[in-house]
């Protein structure tokens, strides 16, 4: 999927161009004679043979640059360059996905340079997302570069992209939803439009606003539990990941959301589904801050964002609910691997088991097991296929249900570690005449994943069928998925096989949470296959019990692993059935089928829904247990679960259903206070307008408790590093602070003469309180000086540059400041001569055809940074004569399409004034503009920074001495 186009598919990566591919390779099978269409099931047709004949030619005779190349975009090249005969393949269809412009989206995996990302642009590439770390970079590269991309020596392989999907169960088939789609403007226009109504809605007398309520609230005894323990999620932090959070803002307005949500900048990713889990979260857990960011931009994107969110935004509780299809069953690949750091360092990590079905219900696509080589071979170059059937017979063919076939994802994985696989398998989707319809028959020699995906026809078919061929090398365990789809007997004699354990990836890491779903409240709406029987409802309003069963959907476990994450192997020399290590997957079960305010969401299915409840239920229960250790959170969510389905743990629930007031039982919750100091205010002695050298000031320092509990044997310990400064007293007591009020007290610095102009006066503000937040520790910087009233201006003088399209690296202008010294006051401005809604006009500041797309950030020349603009402005074009300051009214986030062009004052979203603390602003300033969405263009012409110094005092104003201002305490309600 290429996320950053809402005409596309969002809940999946799977992209809408695979139904012209269908058309365009035809895939939809020829006439065929009825000699081909007699299929053993013990053996490949001649017609078969010939086409893997052909398939296999290439694989052997590939040079060195394109063993490096995915085979699905290799074969894919060939036929294009008339390498190979399209006869020779009639049903084939690569998967490739080649847009109409001659171009793929790839994962390109190495070592990640400025020089590699040089080449790729000159190359024709699209940069899409970047990792240093995972040394991945997602690109949009015409298909004729790629064989020239491989050959590098710092490019170790280049894949067809990585794609996933969101474990949202659709109430609608797929189908359905695809018809509805919208285009980028069309869902701009329909956000504003229901923003403007939520906002509106406040001032009516009678319009509810806020809040829908998640029916797994009540189902989870989360209601009464708040009630009881008088918990709410203060102090804690849950975090999410998913696609996007388009109507972040309309949850906010109406009441659904709390304001000031965490995004990490330039990862607000694109759809909706962030917000309905975000909407669920805040329902159980009310007084968690929360935090988010999307998991679409790449599968090592996700994985850096894992990490963003916990080691930048400091998450205490994160979860997901997105699957990549090369996650790995068999080793915890690099989206595990960051959940295994945060988790390492503290964090409590959920993410959905998934919705791929269980062999309980009969719902499952898939099987696992060791290689049976069923001794037939596959036409004259080498390799022979599995048997199915192992010692029940012999079956080559895996038969999948053709009323769950449409757009399906085949994975095939087998027990080599990663990157160091020298055992080559093949996967081949066959139709019933034996014509091969998608291949996957990628070069293992050591370097290598052991990993093949094809997909099926995005409109199905009838009697599919996978093969997988050993083309070389040992026997080893195999795993098989048809994610989404089914493995079932085919009408012509094929028996369908299938193993537990579909449950893969970040999911099943050791210290993650797999969560199941179990409906809350009315039955998932559809049938999943003709004539399955009635999918169950769940109890609300009653509680969840012994007797709730879980969506005939979810995926079950559990999870055989072979391989530490770095590739040691668990059980040296046994990676077969009986070697490894089995992981009791999935953990627990928590609601679905819930509602939601959200557009699209307004009765959420899936584990996608299931996962969040169960993250604020753990938010809960750190809330009324602050610093508890994560082992014993998991203690407790096991041991409290309610078992249902089999008796003691099963692969479809895991331990059972979690309900909050058994959990907060266990653990034990009382109401925490939290006392924090809020930003002090200063008052000068000698009755000036600023703190100077010399002044001695009175400081008035509020403290909040914004916590549950009550705070008593509050006291601030207030203290400077600025060297020379002094506070008196040095410590105050505030007293007892009731939930939800402040009380402030009054301290005196003194400030020395010797002072810099510029130079702040730093206070640490050490709130203590009876309780386990206890202490609390706030940083302020208070300025010393008075503001000159000249104002510099200091533009960017280069000519326009253009803004790469939906390009994570963005591009950098510099605005050269010089004469300052220290600032006083610092607002930043997007230019223009005339204003106007031309995309293309040369007169405004920033065109751009889309300023919704846009992240704008400021560096300071101390490497200090601030976020100017964040996606903000849906469809409307062009910045001119605006103008951002700290001290504005409305804030730049309020804006919408209508607004366009963009003019006036406004809040940025995050302070400038931090950018100039304790560094002189004098140097090369830095404005990054990147565009984070597709099909959008425009350019940086004209942007200034507007900046106030210091005003020097004369002799005259310095004062001699000033007596000492002594507040009063110990505490002045407010």
Not at 171 to 189: G, H, I, Q
Not at 375 to 388: E, L, R
Not at 821 to 827: D, E, H, I, Q, S
């Amino acid at each position: 999927m290429r996320p950053t186009r809402s005409n596309r598919r969002r809940r999946s990566i799977l992209t809408a161009s695979t139904a012209a591919l269908v058309a365009a390779l035809g895939l939809v099978s020829p006439p065929v004679s009825a000699a081909e269409t007699a299929q053993s099931p013990d053996a490949f047709s001649e017609n078969t043979v010939r086409q893997i004949e052909a398939l296999q030619s290439i694989k052997k005779n590939q040079t060195a640059e394109e063993s490096k190349v995915d085979s699905r975009l290799l074969v894919e090249h060939k036929l294009r360059a008339q390498r190979m005969s399209a006869s020779a393949v009639p049903a084939l269809g690569s998967g490739a996905n080649v847009s109409a412009a001659g171009t793929v989206l790839v994962d390109i995996r190495g070592q990640v340079s400025e020089e590699l990302l040089k080449s790729l642009r000159e190359s024709g590439a699209g940069i899409r997302a970047v990792s240093q770390r995972y040394g991945s970079v997602r690109a949009e590269v015409p298909l004729n570069a790629v064989t020239a991309i491989a050959g590098r020596a710092d490019v170790k392989r280049v894949e067809t992209a990585n794609e996933a999907f969101t474990a949202r169960q659709l109430a609608e088939p797929a189908t359905a939803v695809e018809e509805k789609r919208e285009s980028k403007e069309e869902k701009a226009a329909r956000i504003a439009d229901e923003l403007k109504k939520a906002i509106e809605a406040k001032g009516q007398v009678g319009v509810a606003a806020g809040p829908v309520n998640s029916e797994g609230d009540r189902a989870h005894n989360a209601d009464t539990a708040r009630q009881q323990f008088g918990v709410t999620g203060v102090g804690t932090k849950i975090c999410a990941l998913s696609d996007g959070i388009d109507s972040l803002a309309t949850s906010q307005a109406r009441g659904e959301l709390p304001p000031g949500v965490d995004v990490i900048p330039g990862q607000e990713g694109s759809g909706n589904e962030g917000t309905a889990m975000l909407e669920i979260i805040h329902d159980l857990a009310p007084n968690a801050s929360l935090g988010f960011a999307t998991a679409f931009n790449s599968d090592a994107s996700f994985a850096d964002n894992i990490r963003k969110l916990r080691f930048d935004a400091h998450c205490d509780v994160i979860v997901d609910d997105v699957l990549y299809f090369k996650e790995s069953p068999f080793q915890d690949w690099i989206i595990a691997q960051a959940v295994n750091d945060v988790t390492a360092n503290g964090a409590l990590y959920f993410s959905s088991a998934g919705n791929e079905g269980n062999v309980a219900d009969g719902t499952s696509g898939h099987w696992e097991g060791d290689f049976v080589d069923s001794g037939k071979g596959v036409g004259k170059f080498a390799g022979t296929a599995h048997n199915f059937a192992g010692a029940e017979g012999n079956q080559i063919f895996q038969p999948i249900s053709s009323a769950s076939s449409a757009g399906v994802p085949v994975t095939l994985f087998w027990s080599d570690p990663l990157g160091r696989s020298n055992n080559d398998y093949d996967l081949y989707l066959l139709n019933a005449a034996g014509n091969v319809v998608d291949l996957s028959q990628d070069v293992q020699t050591g370097t290598q994943d052991a990993y093949e995906r094809v997909d099926t026809p995005a409109a199905g078919g009838l009697g599919l069928r996978l093969a997988v061929v050993k083309f070389s090398g040992e026997g080893r365990y195999l795993s098989l998925s048809a994610l989404r789809g089914r493995f079932s007997d085919s009408p012509d004699g094929l028996k369908a096989y299938t193993k537990p354990g579909v449950t893969v990836g970040h999911s099943a890491a050791r210290d993650a949470f797999s969560v199941a779903a179990a409906p809350a409240a009315k039955a998932f709406p559809r049938a999943l296959e003709p004539n399955d029987p009635a999918n169950p409802a769940g109890p609300f309003p009653a509680a969840f019990g012994a007797t709730s069963k879980v969506e005939r959907f979810t995926s079950d476990g559990p999870r055989r692993v072979f391989y530490q994450a770095d590739g040691t192997p668990i059980t040296p020399g046994n990676v077969s059935g009986t070697g490894g290590e089995v992981r009791a997957k999935p953990d627990i079960t928590a609601a679905d089928g819930v509602s939601t305010s959200v557009t699209g969401f307004t009765t959420f299915y899936g584990t996608s829904a299931a996962a969040p409840h169960a993250a604020a239920i753990a938010g809960l229960v750190l809330s009324g247990n602050p610093g508890l250790p994560p082992a014993e959170v998991r203690e407790a969510l096991i041991n409290t679960a309610v078992d249902i389905l089999a008796p003691g743990r099963d692969n479809s629930s895991g331990a059972g259903v979690i309900l909050a007031d058994k959990v907060l039982a266990y653990t034990g919750a009382s109401p925490q206070p939290l006392v924090t100091a809020g930003q002090p205010t200063v008052t000068p002695a000698d009755g000036g307008p600023a703190l100077d050298p010399g002044d001695t000031a009175k400081v008035t320092l509020p403290v909040t408790n914004r916590g549950d509990g009550t705070a008593t044997s509050t006291s601030v310990v207030l203290s400077s590093p600025t060297p020379g400064v002094t506070v008196a007293p040095r410590s105050k007591s505030y007293g007892t602070i009731s939930p939800g009020q402040t009380g402030v007290n009054d301290f005196t610095i003194t400030v020395p003469p010797t002072q810099e102009l510029g130079v702040p006066v730093v206070l640490n503000a050490r709130v203590t309180f009876a309780g386990s937040y206890s202490p609390t520790t706030s940083t302020f910087s208070l300025p010393v000086g008075t503001p000159s009233p000249v104002t510099q201006n200091f533009a960017y003088a280069g000519a326009p540059v253009a803004i790469p399209d939906s390009d994570p690296t963005g591009v950098t202008v510099p605005i050269t400041v010089s004469g300052v010294g220290r600032a006083a006051k610092l607002t930043f401005s997007v230019d223009g001569a005339t204003c106007n809604t031309d995309q293309t006009s040369t007169t405004v500041g920033i065109n751009h055809s889309y300023v919704g797309d846009l992240v704008g950030t400021l560096t300071a020349p101390s490497g200090a940074k601030a976020t100017v603009f964040q996606r903000n402005g849906g469809s409307g074009n062009n910045l001119c004569q605006v103008v951002f300051a700290d001290n504005a009214a409305t804030p730049f986030s309020s804006v919408s399409a209508a607004n366009n062009p963009f003019t006036g004052t406004y809040r940025p979203a995050q302070p400038l004034g931090g950018l100039t603390v304790g560094a002189a602003a004098d140097g090369t300033w830095k404005f990054t503009a990147v565009d984070v969405a597709g099909g959008d263009t425009g350019s940086i012409r004209a942007i200034s920074l507007h900046i106030n110094g210091f005003a020097q005092p004369t002799a005259a104003e310095r004062p001699a001495s000033v007596g000492k201002s002594v507040g009063t305490g110990p505490v002045k309600p407010v």
